[in-house]
C-alpha cells in the first residue's frame, strides 16, 4: 500500500514511517519541519517541505499520486501551550485539518487515520478511562483534537470516508533498532526531561503539581511505547477497510511523576535533582487507558508494556544522540526533498 503522512517527521510520525515500512508499505511524508526532522526519516523516504495551511501544495501531492490512506499528525501539540495559545491550537489545527480531509474526499482517498489524544476526555471520574467514556476536553488541545474527529464522523456520514480515531495516551520511548527517537525543541515531556537531568545535561527537573488526588500526590499517565503505539496504526488500517473505529491506545497501567522518576534513576543509575513546583495549567489529575476495544478487535498488544523497558530505549537514544537529530549529520545529508 501507499500512503501519505503528514507530520510524517515528528516523534509519533516518524515512528509510523518505520512501522509502515517494516510491514512493506511506501509512504510519502508532508511536514514543515517546525517541529519534526528530516534526519528522523530513512534517506529514502520522499519529503515534502510544506505547510498544512497551503492547499495548492496539498491538491498537487494528492493529485500526483494514488494514496491507499492518509495518516494525520501535523499538529500543535502541547496542552500547557494550548491554555497559553488556546485560539491558535483551536484555529491552527481544527483548519488545517479540515482542508485535509476535504481534499481527502475529493481525491477519493477511502481511508484517513487520525492521531487524536486522551486529553479530550478532560479529567473523568471513572479509571481506566473506557473507549465510550464521555468527551469533556480539559485544554484547547484536546478540543482541537475532537473538533476534527467530528468533522471525521461527518466525513464518513455523508462521503463514506472510513477514519481511525486513535486517541493516544503518553507516547514515550524510541525506535528498540535506535532508527529514530524523541527530540522536541523545546522539549516539555517528563521521560526525556527526566533523562537529560540524571545525565547532567539540564539542571533540576520541576515537578508539575504535588497536591493532586493521587496516591503521591502527583499526577498519573498511562505510557505507551511509541513503537508499540505505531502499530497500532497498522492495526487501525486494516479495520477501517469496512468501517469507522475509535481506539484508546494505552498500556491500561499508570505511573505518577515521581514513579517515572524512580524508573529513570534504575535505568540510568544515577539520583535525578528535582523539586516540587505548581501545577501546570490544563493538566488532568490522572489519564490511564482502557484499550479494551483496539484489543479485542484487533489483537494489539503493547509489546514494550513495562515502564523501565520504554525508559530504558528512550535513554540508549538520548545517550547515542547528545545533540538528539543534530547528531546524525548522515541521515540528515542524504535526505531528499520531494517537490510538487
Ligand atoms: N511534567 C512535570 N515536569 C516537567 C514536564 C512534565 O512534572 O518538566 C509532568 C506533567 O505536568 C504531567 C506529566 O509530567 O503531569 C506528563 O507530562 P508530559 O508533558 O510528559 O505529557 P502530557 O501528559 O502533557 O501529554
Excluded at 493521587?214 to 503505539?229: F, K, N, Q
Aim: hydrophobic share 40%; with cysteine.
Amino acid at each position: 500500500m501507499h500512503y501519505l503522512v503528514t507530520g510524517g517527521a515528528g516523534f509519533v510520525g516518524s515512528h509510523v514511517v518505520l512501522a509502515l515500512r517494516d510491514g512493506g508499505h511506501s509512504v510519502v511524508v508532508f511536514d514543515n519541519l517546525s517541529t519534526g526532522h528530516r534526519a528522523a526519516l530513512p534517506p529514502d523516504v520522499p519529503l515534502v517541505v510544506g505547510d498544512l495551511s497551503d492547499h495548492a501544495l496539498l491538491n498537487a501531492v494528492l493529485e500526483s499520486e494514488r494514496f491507499d490512506a492518509v495518516l494525520h499528525f501535523a499538529a500543535l501539540s502541547l496542552v500547557g501551550d494550548s491554555m497559553r495559545v488556546p485560539f491558535r491550537y483551536l484555529r491552527d489545527n481544527y483548519l488545517n485539518s479540515l482542508q485535509l480531509v476535504e481534499l481527502c474526499i475529493q481525491h477519493s482517498v477511502r481511508r484517513f487515520v487520525f492521531s487524536s489524544t486522551a486529553a479530550l476526555f478532560g479529567t473523568p471520574e471513572q479509571q481506566p478511562i473506557m473507549e465510550n467514556a464521555t468527551v469533556n476536553p480539559g485544554s484547547p488541545y484536546g478540543e482541537s483534537k475532537f473538533m476534527i474527529e467530528r468533522v471525521l464522523h461527518w466525513a464518513e456520514k455523508i462521503h463514506g470516508m472510513h477514519s481511525a480515531c486513535l486517541r493516544y495516551f503518553n507516547a514515550a520511548g524510541s525506535d528498540p533498532a535506535g532508527r529514530a527517537g524523541e527530540d522536541h525543541r523545546p522539549e516539555t515531556h517528563l521521560i526525556p526531561l527526566a533523562i537529560d537531568t540524571a545525565l547532567g545535561r539540564r539542571p533540576r527537573l520541576s515537578i508539575f503539581g504535588s497536591d493532586y488526588p493521587t496516591t503521591d500526590g502527583t499526577c498519573v499517565r498511562d505510557y505507551i511505547h511509541v513503537t508499540d503505539l505505531a502499530n497500532a496504526h497498522l492495526a487501525a488500517l486494516e479495520q477501517i477497510e469496512t468501517r469507522s473505529v475509535t481506539y484508546n491506545v494505552g498500556n491500561t497501567t499508570g505511573f505518577s511523576n515521581l514513579d517515572v522518576i524512580r524508573a529513570v534513576e534504575r535505568v540510568t543509575g544515577q539520583q535525578i535533582d528535582w523539586h516540587p513546583a505548581d501545577r501546570r495549567a490544563g493538566d488532568p489529575a490522572i489519564l490511564i487507558a482502557g484499550s479494551q476495544q483496539l484489543r479485542a478487535e484487533t489483537g494489539w498488544t503493547p509489546r514494550i508494556a513495562a515502564l523501565d523497558d520504554i525508559v530504558e530505549t528512550a535513554y540508549r537514544w538520548r545517550l547515542a544522540h547528545p545533540q538528539g537529530y543534530d547528531s546524525a549529520p548522515s541521515a540528515r545529508d542524504g535526505h531528499e526533498e520531494a517537490l510538487y
